[in-house]
């Protein structure tokens, strides 16, 4: 066997079991921060959990065969490891910043419903400014 092939052969079983464990790891213990995002709904939670685990899958693994191709070819032990480091090593930090990524936006959509949620005003109104009511803010009266 060519050790290119061998290469592509270890690359892709490396990559895709990576791809497979942090999409699990990612989906099992997302559902706890996915339900405290969407406001306890669970069904709802599980629904977003399976839709970004599809996406993660289909955009990795969709990167990892785009970036299977080897341009020099592996003619020795020590070519076949240093192509397979530098191949799974993008591979991981694909995978890391796709994960921060996902982070970051459910976070940011966390804050967003703790504030909706939070909203009081930070002093209880003292009166009412009516139509009839002349507060500083009142149009200035016109003399006839």
Do not use: C
């Not at 052969?9 to 213990?29: E, F, G, K, P």
């Not at 480091?85 to 890391?96: D, E, P």
């Amino acid at each position: 066997m060519d050790l290119t092939v061998l290469a592509y052969v270890i690359y892709l079983l490396i990559s895709v079991a990576l791809t497979i464990w942090v999409a699990r790891t990612l989906s099992r213990n997302g559902k706890v921060f996915l339900a405290d995002v969407l406001h306890g709904n669970d069904k709802l939670a599980d629904a977003v959990n399976h839709l970004l685990v599809v996406g993660f899958y289909l955009v990795n693994l969709g990167f990892v065969t785009l970036y299977l191709k080897n341009a020099d070819g592996v003619a020795d032990a020590r070519q076949l490891f240093e192509a397979l480091s530098v191949k799974i090593g993008v591979v991981l930090l694909v995978l890391g910043v796709m994960h921060l990524g996902n982070v970051y936006v459910l976070n940011k959509i966390r804050r967003r419903g703790l504030m909706e949620r939070e909203q009081t005003p930070p002093v209880p109104p003292q009166g009412w400014t009516g139509p009839g009511n002349q507060g500083p803010w009142a149009a200035p009266a016109t003399g006839r």
